[in-house]
Nanobody
Framework: QVQLVESGGGLVQAGGSLRLSCAASGRSVNYYNMGWFRQAPGKAREIVAAMTQSGGSTYVADAVKGRFSISREDAKDTIYLQMNSLKPEDTAVYFC??????????????????WGQGTQVTVSS
């Protein structure tokens, strides 16, 4: 079983950048497909980006394509979400999640077994 802890959120002006981190403990991130999700007030949780267990395949949602990227640092058992050119509509709580059962990349929240507590990202206009 893996435990996930996000960090790196905060308040940033539109056009700025943040890098979110998700540190894993208990089991290496190499065992899981990993995803980043976000949830804005009053909205459903949605996928932002995901990466396969091997790291060979990634997915980035259309809403953030070209601005966000997902990466992994095996030595630190950490995945990252680099967020550039932030917009006010990116304001949300961001969660990382691990999928222990799939080989293919999944995009639904129900496909992920383990979740972090979330980190708030607020983008001011």
């Amino acid at each position: 079983q893996v435990q996930l802890v996000e960090s790196g959120g905060g308040l940033v002006q539109a056009g700025g950048s943040l890098r979110l981190s998700c540190a894993a403990s208990g089991r290496s991130v190499n065992y899981y497909n990993m995803g980043w999700f976000r949830q804005a007030p009053g909205k459903a949780r949605e996928i932002v980006a995901a990466m396969t267990q091997s790291g060979g395949s990634t997915y980035v949602a259309d809403a953030v394509k070209g601005r966000f990227s997902i990466s992994r640092e095996d030595a630190k058992d950490t995945i990252y979400l680099q967020m550039n050119s932030l917009k006010p509509e990116d304001t949300a709580v961001y969660f990382c999640a691990a999928d222990s059962t799939s080989w293919a990349l999944k995009r639904r929240t129900e496909d992920y077994d383990y979740w972090g507590q979330g980190t708030q990202v607020t983008v001011s206009s």
